[in-house]
């Protein structure tokens, strides 16, 4: 335990995709061309955005999430039973259309560049889902690898949807049955591969914490007319730990951020993490990766009637701003957290992807390298720091 390495930089997936892969991504989508000319375009895109983060210092690189149109919906191509819709098309199976085009236009959603993969039969499994990510992206680095995966709760919830799913799986959780079975054996299968990191992606509970009055979210435009949110949050918990129950020797972290598709703060979710706390703490999984890097992530004070009981994957820098952060913010801000809870429990990430979602990259890859590189400098300086305490205490 002494000699570890405090403060490992870490990503939290996604990482801005060039011009040329969002092309070939597209053609792919619209032709079905060469599933092997896309993975060729892709692969470089992959040993591109590796080498970008070795350079800016990252310890656990992810590979950018370079072949998934989304940090969910890339599963449509992995399994069978799913079928890709744009936001738009399901539009025409909503029963209110007109309000949910409104929630799009204020939340200033792109409805014709996102896309949800929707359950139209039972699913089958194919090749697993990141597996083939590991083998390539192992090839190509050394380091200890970090892999995102959709939540057992945001897959269920994003790709049932009444009118197309109900006739396989009459409602939600019966789908969540065999979603979890399918999570449970990609995690198993990844640890084997030696993946160090398994983080799943829960955003959607960020909408029914802090989402004011409407249920719908476009990631989710099936959330059923006002459920409980301590239900729904319930479940949440629920299909985690079933996920993950009786698996150890690989480190499970849930992200929870409040809205990465728009550069207009105004428009994301605000709130501080307390009224969640209490859910993902029940969550059998080693750290919580959360954003922290603006005021709309409200206090760390939070953490306090909670401390030390899980790792936290602290958000510190903007993944939608051109402004580099100084290492010496980063610092002060870690700072904060250090002086009530332990320091081998923190890691530094940023508050989330750099291009969460294909057709809208939220920067650059030069301004996501320079981001990983400020909080790298300012994890060196906090090791110096506080690794020196701990050797003179
Ligand atoms: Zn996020």
Redesign the pocket.
């Known amino acids: 335990m002494s000699e570890k390495k405090l403060f490992p930089v870490t990503v939290?997936g996604s990482w801005p995709r060039p011009a040329w892969l969002i092309q070939a991504l597209r053609k792919r989508q619209a032709s079905g061309c060469a599933e092997s000319e896309f993975q060729a375009v892709a692969d470089r895109a992959v040993v591109e955005c590796l080498d970008a983060q070795e350079k800016a210092g990252v310890d656990i690189p992810s590979d950018g999430e370079q072949r998934r149109d989304n940090f969910y919906s890339f599963v449509v191509e992995k399994l069978g039973g799913m079928r890709l819709m744009k936001v738009s098309e399901l539009m025409d199976y909503m029963k209110d259309r007109a309000r949910y085009e409104e929630v799009l236009r204020a939340l200033d959603v792109p409805a014709f560049a996102i896309k949800s993969p929707i359950v139209v039969e039972r699913l089958t499994e194919k090749n697993g889902l990141a597996q083939d990510e590991v083998d390539f992206a192992k090839k190509h680095t050394t380091r200890p690898l970090k892999v995102p995966l959709p939540g057992p709760y945001m897959l269920t919830r994003s790709s049932w949807f009444e009118g197309l799913s109900d006739k396989v799986y009459g409602a939600p959780e019966e789908l969540a049955k065999d979603v979890v079975k399918i999570l449970r054996k990609e995690v198993q299968a990844l640890k084997a591969k030696g993946v160090e990191f398994i983080q799943f992606?829960e955003?959607i509970l960020s909408q029914i914490v802090y989402g004011a009055e409407s249920t719908e979210t476009f990631m989710c435009a099936a959330l059923p007319n006002r459920r409980d949110p301590s239900d729904e949050l319930a479940l949440a918990v629920r299909l985690m730990n079933e996920t993950t129950e009786g698996i150890d020797g690989v480190r499970f972290g849930v992200?929870v951020?409040r809205g990465?598709w728009s550069r207009k703060e105004e428009v994301l979710l605000k709130g501080n993490y307390g009224p969640m706390l209490p859910y993902l703490m029940q969550m059998n999984i080693h750290q919580l990766v959360l954003?922290f890097a603006t005021p709309r992530a409200g206090e760390l004070e939070v953490f306090k009637e909670y401390k030390n009981e899980k790792e936290i994957g602290l958000g510190v820098v903007n993944p939608r701003t051109d402004e580099i952060e100084t290492p010496e913010q980063i610092v002060a801000r870690v700072k904060e957290l250090a002086k009530f809870y332990d320091p081998e429990k923190i890691f530094l990430n940023p508050?989330?992807?750099f291009g969460?979602f294909a057709e809208r990259n939220v920067n650059t890859a030069e301004i996501a390298t320079k981001k990983m590189a400020a909080i790298s400098e300012a994890a060196k300086q906090l090791r110096g720091e506080f690794q020196g305490k701990a050797a003179a205490s």
């Open positions: 939290v992606d955003p992200h951020c990465n954003e508050d989330c992807g969460t």
